[in-house]
């Protein structure tokens, strides 16, 4: 069984920066895509930022590129969330997320592309 334990998080003032973190513990075997995800207030799960784990090659929603850096770190087997100038329509609880295996479609923009989840942790960016 695999877990995704999150870390980071908080209360912020717009224009701060804060990073989250997502440690990946249990059998692993292997990663393919680390995703991170967010739910505002009374919306819906949107994509945020993933990673191919093998090739490095991330990707970006369009409201957080240029703001949000995604990296992972193969020796600590976890990955993380650089997020920059950050604006009270971030504000939203954050999920990582990983999917294990290799898929022709696969989406990284889609939450159930995915197979295990993290936490949640509550990001909340003040005006």
Do not use: H
């Amino acid at each position: 069984q695999v877990q995704l334990m999150q870390s980071g998080g908080g209360l912020v003032q717009a224009g701060d920066s804060l990073e989250l973190s997502c440690a990946i513990s249990g059998r692993i075997l292997k990663t393919y895509v680390m995703g991170w995800f967010r739910q505002p207030p009374g919306k819906e799960r949107e994509f945020v930022a993933a990673v191919y784990w093998n090739e490095g090659t991330t990707t970006y929603a369009d409201s957080v590129k240029g703001r949000f850096t995604i990296s992972r770190d193969d020796f600590k087997n976890t990955v993380s969330l650089q997020m920059r100038s950050l604006k009270p329509e971030d504000t939203a609880i954050y999920f990582c997320a990983r999917e294990p295996y290799w898929g022709p479609n696969f989406a990284p923009d889609r939450a159930q592309a995915y197979t295990n989840w993290g936490q949640g942790t509550q990001v909340t960016v003040s005006s």
